[in-house]
């Protein structure tokens, strides 16, 4: 085949790719990290409508990426040609994007990002006529690609397997618990919450190892190392506030965690005759409130969070409790 040709047939082939991992990257990742609090399958779809309407539009784009990822490939095309790619560049991508995937579980805009050019190294194949990975020829990779793609397994199946166990729950019925949890509107009652009710059925689970949750003051010790995602902080922080007092005593409570309180004394009314009480957690300052272990966990330091707890009208019940994360 005429180098030419070779080129022009490798340029489409770029062309398909990026094409197609956009759509795939899409998709997964808003099914995946989707702060939507809907069905899965909702939050799949809804991007892929979203694409094909803007399908007109993105051509230009898709352009563009394609001329940058072509140059990159003519360019590793020639260090090869030369002897220069050594055995880290081979593995260096599909490594270094399949882990950059994980991040999209904190920050997905920078996951959907890596999950692109992940799935994007798996449609192409090969990276300048390089051989990419396959299950087939698995055994007969050198050493190193070996223990590379156990390695990616190991990491994506360790943070892929608790998400996935969660979203299962969501053919489960829900259990409130004690006190009995509520929802402020029902779409809020997804897998996650679900699997969060499952975890922390009363205020003695929230509570870290020694605490009584009959004693008020042991209210205060809630155990922040078992706090994985924002809806078992909201089911937790709804158990322990629903025994410590009104809303007067909530500000307390929040402060004793290092939260700071938004207007001190003073609550937002809703048009129904609730009143709210809100916090924060200064995440620039002091790091991710939770998770509070593991590397990749912390990785949620890019957020910072808020609290807001709605109590009853006469301010003695606490009905709902949210949290929200803003990227800083």
Not at 28 to 40: C, F, G, P, Q
């Amino acid at each position: 085949m005429p180098p030419e040709t070779h080129r022009i047939l490798r340029l489409f082939r770029i062309f398909g790719s990026v094409v197609a991992a956009t759509l795939i990257s899409t998709v997964v990742a808003s099914a995946l990290w989707s702060d939507l609090e809907r069905h899965i399958t909702y939050r799949a779809a809804a991007p892929l409508f979203l694409l094909m309407f803007l399908a007109p539009f993105t051509f230009i784009a898709y352009g563009g990426l394609t001329a940058l990822l072509f140059g990159v490939d003519r360019w590793q095309a020639w260090r090869r040609r030369r002897g220069l790619n050594s055995r880290a560049e081979n593995i260096a991508w599909p490594v270094l994007t399949a882990l950059g995937s994980l991040s999209g579980f904190f920050v997905p805009f920078a996951g959907v990002i890596f999950l692109f050019l992940f799935v994007y190294w798996l449609l192409t194949g090969r990276l300048a006529g390089g051989r990419g990975w396959s299950v087939t020829r698995f055994g007969t990779t050198r050493w190193d690609e070996k223990l590379a793609l156990v390695v990616v397994g190991f990491l994506l199946l360790t943070n892929a397997v608790p998400f996935i166990s969660q979203e299962a729950m969501g053919v489960f019925p829900a259990k409130p618990g004690t006190p009995p949890y509520a929802v402020q509107y029902d779409h809020q009652m997804n897998a996650r919450l679900k699997a969060a009710l499952r975890r922390f059925p009363d205020p003695q689970s929230c509570l870290d190892d020694g605490a009584d949750a009959n004693i008020r003051a042991d209210l205060q010790r809630m155990d922040w190392d078992l706090i994985a995602n924002k809806q078992q902080a909201e089911v937790c922080i709804f158990r322990l506030l629903s025994g410590w007092g009104d809303i007067d005593d909530a500000e307390s409570w929040l402060e004793a965690q290092g939260f700071r309180v938004h207007r001190s004394g003073h609550y937002f009314e809703g048009r129904d005759g609730t009143v709210r009480i809100d916090a924060s957690w200064p995440s620039r300052t002091l790091g991710p409130r939770f998770p509070t272990s593991g590397f990749v966990k912390r990785l949620s330091f890019a957020y910072s969070i808020s609290i807001h707890a709605t109590y009853a009208p006469d301010g003695q019940r606490v009905l709902f409790v949210g949290i929200g994360h803003t990227v800083v």
